[in-house]
């Protein structure tokens, strides 16, 4: 508990604290928060399905996989004798239960008071300030800024179609949509560019939806996140007549993207704006 005590010390301006040398990560926000400063994690929650889809990250080849974020191995992370914990979900273990093994650190990105581009960006600047990476966190903060604002100049100089981004379900009559309190929403409203849902949704940014209330924007293009469930997802959804009778599916205006993190923290937004990037220059979101 020593760098915590150094940590509150420093907030009220006595001294500085050294940043803890062994830290577990509970959730994917939280990961990927930690190996974007540079962080190599001690121990991850999910570690085996987060590479899967990640690819293999240096950051991440001596990590312990904790299990499950909503039910990590307690035993595991007593051996693994972390300074302290961090946690974006607050989903799993009480706090106190925690507690008993390491100090945990709650850095939530959604639904929290403002946006949850405010969220994320507050969360990152405290996981950097916890890890002694300030400087990497604000030159992360000025390079995502950046890369919306030539985004915002290319959309308000291009007539473009209203987007469509989705998760597809297996069943094949239903996709997650990411609409108002997604952080992927943020980045569309951010640039100018029109999100085809605009609908409720929960207050972690995602709505379940038919596929048959898709065709309320026929102007729109339909871009879907990829992964290994997404792949069956789509095979499924082309069987069924419904979603061939949609417009953007007849005009071919389906197309996959590579696979974002559906609760991520602020290294996602800034991944899904670069890929809106390059769809804008290969004129794949074109309105003609």
Do not use: C
């Not at 993207?257 to 390059?278: C, N, Q, S, W």
């Amino acid at each position: 508990m020593a760098w915590l005590g150094g940590v509150l010390a420093t907030a009220g301006g006595a001294r500085a604290a050294p940043a803890p040398r062994r830290i577990v990560a509970l959730d994917a926000p939280s990961t990927e928060m930690l190996t974007t400063l540079g962080i190599a994690p001690a121990g991850v929650a999910g570690l085996d399905g987060y590479r899967k889809v990640e690819g293999d990250l240096p950051l991440l080849r001596h990590a312990v996989d904790v299990g499950f974020y909503y039910e990590p191995n307690l035993e595991m992370l007593q051996a693994l004798k972390p300074d302290v914990m961090v946690r974006s979900f607050g989903i799993g273990p009480s706090v106190e239960l925690l507690e008993r093994i390491a100090p945990v650190i709650s850095a939530p990105v959604y639904g929290v008071a403002g946006s949850t581009e405010e969220g994320a960006a507050s969360s990152f600047r405290q996981i950097a300030g916890l890890t002694g990476t300030g400087a990497a966190a604000e030159a992360f903060l000025a390079a995502h800024r950046s890369r919306l604002d030539r985004l915002a100049a290319q959309v308000a100089a291009r007539r473009l179609r209203p987007v469509f981004l989705a998760s597809p379900l297996l069943d094949g009559r239903h996709v997650i949509l990411y609409g108002r309190n997604s952080l992927f929403d943020g980045v569309m409203r951010r640039v100018g560019l029109r999100n085809a849902y605009g609908g409720e949704t929960s207050p972690w940014g995602i709505a379940s939806k038919g596929i048959d209330s898709l065709a309320g924007m026929p102007d729109g293009v339909f871009l879907y996140i990829e992964s290994p469930i997404a792949k069956t997802a789509i095979g499924t959804l082309e069987k069924s007549a419904i979603w061939r009778s949609l417009p953007f599916v007849r005009a071919a205006r389906v197309l996959p993207v590579p696979y974002l993190e559906m609760y991520g923290a602020l290294p996602t937004a800034h991944r899904f704006a670069g890929i809106v990037d390059g769809l804008i220059d290969r004129g794949a979101l074109d309105a003609g």
